[in-house]
């Protein structure tokens, strides 16, 4: 080998050296989780979101026959680029497709690509008259009622879950689910008998005592005036009669709803009519399956989507929510004795939550409040606060406090989405958050993702 020969094969070998660091440093795309992770064999249109690191909006998504390049009958129809992180795919299951584990890769128009192992799977649909397998984690949704049965003696703690809006605001589901946070897993609630509710969102739904109490909403074409009262003991739900002479709710959505565990009933306040709002306060008894409308000296604004929660030696306590009309946003906190309402007092030149569509938990030192929307705009809301009531339990301080520590459970990331409902385990002294929605460019996205916080 001549000198000239020598030279360029050692700038050949620095150059190469040189740019080896780069391509790795490029190729950093990692592909994580599928949620949902599997479905059955002539599934169409099922959103299923991709999780890992270094995407971008030129993302491509392919599903393989784990080990193989065989798409195996799955066929991506949309790519939506949420962030870095997370990539939704619409994707359609053939009825022939395999029935097999999937990988999941993921390619950049730069060439960079990322794949990951068995994150999906198929699974057989049904071939004979029986109907297929009921699902064993919620779809993903927005608009749903999401509550804890405050660990009945029926039941140890549930977090119950109806209805909400699926994939589009006509799509409302009419399953009713709980939650174990002890042990971290989703159950479809399947009742006896044949009465059942039907489709809900925006529905009022409170828990307690061995029962719960599902009442008025709209079926996504209309609201309703129906109640309904399941029973953990029988598994079955039961209709509420109303009729001229017997009271019920009008048609309405977004009430407010609590279990009162000093008197043992269900309190109902205020929601959404077609063309005005209510201020009204009823209380049901599921022994006797029957509303009674309060009439109390004093009666907070009409309002809808507030907050309520019992507290214990103080009542059921309601916080915020806007008026029909919208425009504003309320701040304020109001308790209900079982007969009278009454406001609670707090410094209003300090910081405090003026919150629509949120939540709320009675840890046992405070109010924990989380979740919901700052104004009409329906701006998310990111802070957590706490109310610590005074001696006097008419009024008190209001504080931010740090969300502590969060993970994901059968889900892609530990983010709360807009919209997402929680509900809280106070024996397991955690928050459960499930769903919540995004506007993307090619419309609203629903996710079903359930995230701890302790």
Not at 9 to 16: D, E, F, K, R, T
Not at 30 to 54: E, F, M, N, R
Not at 59 to 71: D, W
Not at 386 to 412: K, M
């Amino acid at each position: 080998m001549n000198a000239w020969k020598r030279i360029a094969l050692a700038c050949a070998s620095l150059l190469a050296l040189g740019l080896a660091p780069i391509g790795a440093a490029f190729a950093q795309i990692k592909v994580t989780a599928a949620t949902p992770s599997s479905a059955y064999q002539g599934t169409v249109s099922l959103d299923v979101v991709v999780s890992g690191s270094g995407f971008d909006r030129t993302a491509k998504v392919q599903y393989f026959v784990s080990g193989t390049t065989n798409p195996g009958g799955i066929t991506v129809r949309n790519v939506l680029f949420n962030s870095s992180n997370e990539l939704v795919t619409t994707i359609e299951v053939a009825d022939t497709a395999d029935l097999a584990s999937f990988d999941i890769q993921v390619t950049l128009s730069s060439g960079r690509k990322g794949k990951g192992t068995t994150l999906f799977s198929v699974k057989a649909k049904s071939t004979g008259p029986t109907s297929p397998p009921p699902p064993t984690y919620p779809a993903a949704r927005a608009w749903h009622s999401f509550t804890s049965n405050g660990g009945s003696v029926v039941a140890m703690p549930r977090l119950y879950m109806y209805g909400g809006a699926g994939s589009d605001w006509a799509t409302v589901p009419a399953d009713f689910w709980f939650y174990t946070a002890s042990a971290h897993t989703w159950t479809l609630v399947t009742p006896t008998g044949t009465a059942n509710p039907g489709p809900r969102q925006h529905t009022g739904l409170s828990c307690g005592a061995g029962s719960c109490v599902l009442a008025t909403g709209s079926n996504g074409f209309g609201l309703t005036d129906e109640t309904w009262v399941y029973s953990e003991a029988t598994n079955a739900w039961a209709q509420v009669s109303c009729g001229r002479r017997v009271v019920c709710p009008a048609p309405r959505q977004m009430v407010t709803m609590a279990f009162d565990s000093g008197r043992g009933n269900h309190l109902l306040f205020g929601g959404r009519g077609s063309s005005s709002g209510f201020n009204d306060t009823l209380t049901l008894d599921p022994a006797t399956l029957k509303w009674t409308l309060r009439a109390p000296s004093f009666k907070p604004s009409e309002r809808n989507r507030a907050a309520a929660v019992h507290v214990p030696g103080i009542g059921v306590v309601m916080h915020g929510g806007q008026p029909w009309q919208a425009g504003t946003v309320y701040c304020d906190l109001f308790a209900w004795s079982g007969s009278e309402w009454a406001p609670i007092t707090y410094a209003v030149n300090q910081p405090r939550p003026c919150l629509h569509s949120h939540d709320m938990a009675w840890d046992g030192q405070g109010l924990v409040v989380t979740g919901g929307y700052l104004d009409t705009n329906d701006t998310p809301s990111t802070m957590n606060w706490r109310f610590t009531f005074a001696a006097d339990g008419r009024s008190g301080v209001w504080s931010q406090v740090a969300g502590g520590t969060c993970q994901p459970i059968d889900g892609t990331d530990a983010v709360i989405h807009p919209g997402a409902r929680m509900a809280y385990d106070d024996q397991a002294a955690t928050r459960v958050y499930f769903g919540g929605e995004m506007n993307g460019p090619t419309g609203v996205i629903r996710y079903g993702i359930t995230v701890e916080c302790y």
